[in-house]
């Protein structure tokens, strides 16, 4: 009995583990933006609600929501997803090689990792902008529409006042 205890509660834990490193990668893409759910779900291929509910922790982060940001984001390590060993981005994805290599080809090899490291960052970091410039656009919009609103408030202000003036 108290073994099955400890092991539903080790579950519980790993779950609760998970779900911080994926909300980790969501704010590390998102810049700590909450109205980036839509944005993060359409990447993973996700349903909006489901993803949201997921990252509130008012769901369990499901398998398909596990395999859905590990297919979206091939640069992130699924060992540190999933267990938190290592780091968050896959900086040496680089086959090994047997036998012996001269100092240059490691060098070659080194900072080629180097750069591919540099651009998965640097891809974050365009996710994180689309996010912005999405969240700007929206807030351009709204802004818009209000000019539009507030314009004809006054126009139908000064049409009142006109007629007012008239009589």
């Given at each position: 009995m108290l073994h099955l205890l400890y092991l539903e509660l080790k579950q519980i834990s790993m779950k609760q583990c998970v779900l911080e490193r994926v909300l980790q990668l969501y704010e590390s893409i998102s810049n700590g933006d909450d109205r980036f759910y839509s944005k993060f779900a359409e990447l993973i291929d996700s349903n909006k609600k489901t993803v949201s509910q997921q990252l509130k922790g008012e769901r369990s982060i499901s398998l398909d929501t596990i395999l859905n940001i590990l297919s979206?984001?091939?640069?992130?390590?699924?060992?540190?997803?999933?267990?938190?060993?290592?780091?968050?981005?896959?900086?040496?994805?680089?086959?090994?090689?047997?036998?012996?290599?001269?100092d240059s080809e490691?060098?070659?090899?080194?900072?080629?990792a180097r750069k591919t490291a540099e651009l998965e960052e640097l891809k974050l970091q365009v996710l994180r902008l689309d996010a912005q410039k999405d969240y700007l656009q929206e807030r351009n919009d709204d802004l818009v529409v209000s000019c539009r609103m507030l314009q004809d408030e006054l126009n139908r202000y000064q049409?009142?006042?006109?007629?007012?003036?008239?009589?």
């Amino acid at each position: 009995m108290l073994h099955l205890l400890y092991l539903e509660l080790k579950q519980i834990s790993m779950k609760q583990c998970v779900l911080e490193r994926v909300l980790q990668l969501y704010e590390s893409i998102s810049n700590g933006d909450d109205r980036f759910y839509s944005k993060f779900a359409e990447l993973i291929d996700s349903n909006k609600k489901t993803v949201s509910q997921q990252l509130k922790g008012e769901r369990s982060i499901s398998l398909d929501t596990i395999l859905n940001i590990l297919s979206a984001f091939p640069h992130i390590s699924s060992e540190w997803l999933l267990r938190g060993k290592g780091e968050m981005l896959i900086s040496d994805n680089l086959p090994k090689f047997h036998g012996e290599e001269s100092d240059s080809e490691l060098d070659v090899h080194a900072e080629l990792a180097r750069k591919t490291a540099e651009l998965e960052e640097l891809k974050l970091q365009v996710l994180r902008l689309d996010a912005q410039k999405d969240y700007l656009q929206e807030r351009n919009d709204d802004l818009v529409v209000s000019c539009r609103m507030l314009q004809d408030e006054l126009n139908r202000y000064q049409e009142s006042k006109k007629k007012k003036s008239i009589v």
